[in-house]
């Protein structure tokens, strides 16, 4: 069909790509985030424009972080942009002139993932991404589920303890308070103040504080075996084990995919999330189970997947 742009929203840097049928990026454009919902569409046309000077270009596919509905087209609602029903297609189409699509940004994640990355020898996967949050996306033969009003595969805000921990969508007990880089933090903070003598590496890597322990501490420490940092680990595989056991029963897909930032550790949360995985899997002695997989195209799948489905038809819902 031709060359489309990707176009990836990140909370500092909007980011286009051109991307052939095949998935490689040809070439990209960068451009910081604005504050409001207005200028970040004068970002996107202005990534896009960055990105296909050289190109003829076919299409644009967008990665939007937040509800999108099954037209492709309107964003519902987004947590972190002030957009409600918001016009997207319309808006963007209006400035570059090329026909355009609006995704969810973990399902494009997921997509890609699909199409050039881990899953593509697969015809039914899930993709779980690990960052900040929990998201996800839903492939079914070979196509792209959204749901009959596009918001399918919100993984992240499955309740998993009734009057659990508040969310920041206002409810108590989502998934992505007990599995995400925020929760891994929390685990490693409050098990640092209960034993800080298990935790004399990690803590040196911050202000000697438990409430100075950051994300990228947590990783550098378990690496070099610091305890509290290796059980925050478990901790968090737990959790995702537990919550890839139920979509298992409801999707009975032949493999997860993890991606989002903590799928770079590898093994160090792999290998203990197929335990938990595996542990909590109804009939898991007696049934076929899916393989648990790291993404392969790193921050990368968002903008590639958006470009591929720029090409695809809408899925059936």
């Known amino acids: 069909m031709g060359l489309t742009i990707g176009v990836d929203i990140g909370g500092t840097k909007i980011a286009a790509g051109v991307v052939d049928e095949d998935g490689n990026i040809l070439s990209t ?16 046309a202005s990534a896009v424009d960055g990105a296909r000077a050289g190109h003829q270009i076919v299409g644009v596919g967008i990665g939007a972080a937040g509800y999108v509905d099954r037209q492709r087209s309107t964003v519902y609602f987004a947590p972190n942009i002030d957009w409600r029903q918001e016009p997207l297609k319309a808006k963007v189409e209006a400035r570059v002139d090329l026909p355009v699509v609006v995704e969810n940004d973990a399902n494009a994640a997921a997509w890609g ?114 305890r509290v940092s290796v059980d925050s680990y478990r901790e968090l595989a737990r959790w995702v084990g537990a919550g890839l056991a139920d979509l298992a029963s409801l999707f009975d897909p032949e493999a997860f995919i993890i991606g989002g930032g903590l799928s770079d550790e590898g093994e160090l949360l792999l290998e203990p999330v197929r335990k938990s995985y595996r542990r909590w899997l109804v ?35």
């Open 29 to 44: 454009f960068k451009v910081p985030t604005p504050d409001t919902a207005e200028a970040i569409v004068d970002a996107i």
């Open 283 to 317: 009939g898991g002695g007696w049934r076929p189970v899916a393989e648990v997989n790291a993404a392969t195209l790193g921050g990368k799948a968002g903008l590639v997947g958006a470009a591929d489905l720029a090409r695809q038809p809408a899925a059936p819902m």
């Open 113 to 226: 993932e699909y199409r050039f990355g881990a899953g593509r020898e697969n015809r039914n996967v899930i993709c779980i991404t690990l960052g900040t949050g929990l998201g996800g996306g839903i492939i079914i033969g070979d196509k792209l589920r959204r749901g009959h009003f596009g918001v399918a595969a919100e993984f992240g805000h499955m309740r998993m303890v009734p009057d659990g921990l508040l969310c920041g969508c206002g409810k108590q007990g989502c998934w992505e308070q007990y599995a995400s880089g925020r929760a891994l933090v929390r685990y490693a903070k409050q098990r640092a103040s209960a034993t800080p003598g298990n935790a004399e590496l990690l803590l040196s890597l911050g202000d000697g504080t438990p409430e100075g322990i950051e994300g990228k501490h947590i990783s550098t420490a378990a690496r070099q075996g610091d």
